[in-house]
Each structure stands twice: as C-alpha cells, then as structure tokens.
C-alpha cells in the first residue's frame, strides 16, 4: 500500500464553523506533512509531524490546528476559516524527516472552500 | 537557500521527447534536484531525484551538468497522459521540510 488518504475530498464551510481534515498512510512512514496550495501555485508547508511529535510549524495561523494521534493519522482541525483560507489542503508522509532525497508521498488532497 | 526558475509553460506532441529546465543558480554543496509531476485535482507525485551528472528510472532521466546550476527532466515519447505541472525542488539532504518549490511549468502535450 503506497497510498495517503485524504478526507474529506471536497468540503465547504462557513466561517464560523468547526471541520477536520483527515489523513491516513499505512506505510510505515514516521514524517507526515500538510501543505496549502493555491490554485496555480506550488505547494506552501504548514506543518511537519516526526515521530507524531509536531516539528515544524511555518507560522501558519491558530485558526489551523494540526494533531497526530498515531503514527498512520493525521488531522488537521479547521475553525473559524477566512475565506483566503480557500485551498487544496494536501496531506504528505516520508519514510523519515530531514532527508531531502527522500521521496514524499501525497495524498490527493481536500478542495476547501470557506464562504 | 537555493531559488529555482522555470518556464511557466510548454507544448508538445505525442510521441516527442520534452526537455524541461530548472535554473538554481546559488545551489548548496548538500543540495539535492527534485522534479514532481502534479495532475489536477491530485497531490503531486515523485518523478525522479539527483544530486549531479544523469539519473534515469523508468519514467523520466535527469541532466545535471558539472556546475549544477541547472538541470533538465527529459521525459522521453510523451503521451496526452503527460500533460501536467512539472515542479523542479532543491533542497539539502538533511532537512526535507527545506524543499524550496519552483513555481510549475504546465506541460501540454497535443495530440
């Protein structure tokens, strides 16, 4: 299985609401990442989760909460959004962290949208 | 931390070899060349990596000259399945989370 599962795919939300974002890889993988993309834009790190200890947090905003309660998930909790929040949320693992020749497998990502 | 550039966009046709460049003019010693292909609606995915001279899998080789200022992903007879964003990363060999992203050369292929 080479596979990181994103759900929700597609989610809609107003700004007062509370969602979670989910992410799943069975690969034995100990770094997992999220990433914000812009609509013809490269992908932005968010965070980096080692060990299922958060690493790295590129100051991204308190609205955005990330939590990984095992070494297969992945969370990323969601409230009160603005509507730039509006993105492809993408999900990522690597067998470890600081080894940039690594490959990093992505998920196929939730479509966010915040009204 | 190194800067890449590459073209916005490309076109070519089926079965033709496509050469994309990325120009990383103040690479670090302990940086490595990335390439990721990105279909829409999809996370990226990995296309091949290498740190100097040629690397080739079964996708795609990569070109890096002696200066490594630059490299090349050659994707060798493309097919309308081809048509994608091709992202060129540098990044040391010790911190993933460094990775710097280029910002995409959309490749159309015509058929």
New interface residues.
Partial sequence: DTE?TQTPKHLVMGMTNKKSLKCEQHMGHR?M?WYKQKA????E?MF?YSYEKL??NESVPSRFSPECPNSSLLNLHLHALQPEDSA?Y???S?QQ?????????????T?LSVL | LAKTTQPISMDSYEGQEVNITCSHNNIATN??I?W?QQFP??????II?G?KTKVTNEVASLFIPADRKSSTLSLPRVSLSDTAVY?CLV?????????I????TKLIIKP
Avoid at chain 2, 91 to 99: A, E, R, V, W
Avoid at chain 2, 101 to 104: I, K, L, R, S
């Fill in positions: 990181v770094a990442y013809k834009k490269p992908p790190l980096v690493s790295i492809l993408l999900c990522a690597s962290r600081f080894t940039a020749n690594e490959k990093l497998f992505f998920g196929s990502g479509q | 940086d490595y990335t990721y609606s999809q996370g990226p995915r990995f990596q740190y992202y990044g040391p060999m010790d911190s993933n989370y460094q990775l992203w280029g910002a995409g």
